[in-house]
């Protein structure tokens, strides 16, 4: 798939059949297509009326599953004086259900609300952004004189971003979707899993851990730790799923986390979590290695 000043994501491997699959976005039409490799490469426009803003794919063993989210990139608007990314707050975030060797007409959408969605299994919030540099962030990542960040997020709880779900019905088209961890937890953020289990079901996932108090006086997004999630293991006094986390020391900070399976590992979680890590008051980077069961 040629791309110039597109963004081609990652490649995800279809499990059982070993094809690949990818998808590009780009700024001016066809703004998302979707390719599949298999010893030939068939390539898909979606025929999307815009370009959303969407980092991740998903696959299964019989379908490819993506968003079109309302955090958008428009040249046209930029050129008329407007933001060349956008979080459009009237729109809507679609899942689309595409079977893996279908095309544009064969895509069945569900709406699941107004969100920005960056990666599947997470939802990653969009306010308009400005020329303020605290614009990016969520209300809660602002400074507020006497207000502890903790009230924040009980006041507006949607613009935290932390593992979600959504149930497709394919048959019915209903959606069921919930958050997982509840409002008592740290955000989460770039999730992944043991990439040889990708579209299959999953007991574990592991996100980087957002650190609210050095983000809004840093002007990015910080990550202070490591976070484990169990898919299937409940919390029944939080009514959520169990989280491990994994801290760093003070004023340190991770980015680019990713698992590594264990050669001849037997279970899903057997394998590190690796990720460069930065100590602000040394100014030294490392790369740190942390267990899967090290939680």
């Known amino acids: 798939m040629e791309h110039g000043t597109d963004h081609l994501l990652p490649i995800r491997r279809v499990p059982g059949t070993g094809e690949l699959v990818t998808m590009r976005i780009a700024a001016t039409k066809p703004f998302v297509e979707v390719g599949v490799i298999s010893g030939i490469i068939h390539k898909l426009d979606l025929k999307l009326d815009r370009c959303p803003l969407c980092h991740e794919i998903g696959v299964t063993n019989r379908y490819i599953v993506f968003m079109d989210c309302p955090l958008t990139v428009d040249v046209n608007r930029f050129i008329r004086g407007g933001q060349l990314i956008k979080y459009e707050s009237e729109g809507n975030t679609k899942i689309g259900i595409m079977p893996r060797n279908g095309d544009a007409g064969s895509i069945q959408w569900f709406k699941v609300g107004v969100w920005g969605c960056g990666a599947l299994a997470s939802v ?16 809660k990542f602002k400074p507020g004189p006497g207000k502890p960040i903790e009230d924040a997020i009980l006041e507006d709880p949607l613009l935290f971003p932390r593992p979600y779900e959504w149930r497709l019905n394919v048959q019915t088209g209903d959606v069921k979707q919930r958050n997982l961890t509840g409002p008592n937890h740290f955000p989460m953020e770039f999730p992944m899993i043991n990439g040889a289990f990708t579209g299959l079901k999953n007991k574990y996932g592991y996100t980087q851990v957002g650190h609210c108090d050095s983000s809004p006086a840093s002007g990015m997004g910080r990550f202070g730790g490591l976070a484990k999630v169990y898919f299937e293991e ?45 100590h602000e008051d040394t100014s030294i980077p490392e790369l740190s290695q942390t267990s899967s069961f090290g939680f």
């Open 124 to 139: 990653i919030p969009g306010p308009d952004q400005g020329s303020k540099k605290l614009e990016w962030f969520p209300t």
């Open 234 to 278: 409940e919390n029944n006094e939080e009514v959520s799923i169990k989280v491990d986390y994994h801290m760093f020391e003070k004023n340190t900070y991770c980015s680019g986390a990713a698992f590594v399976p264990k050669e001849g590992g037997a279970e899903e979680d057997d394998g590190w979590i690796i990720t460069f890590v930065h």
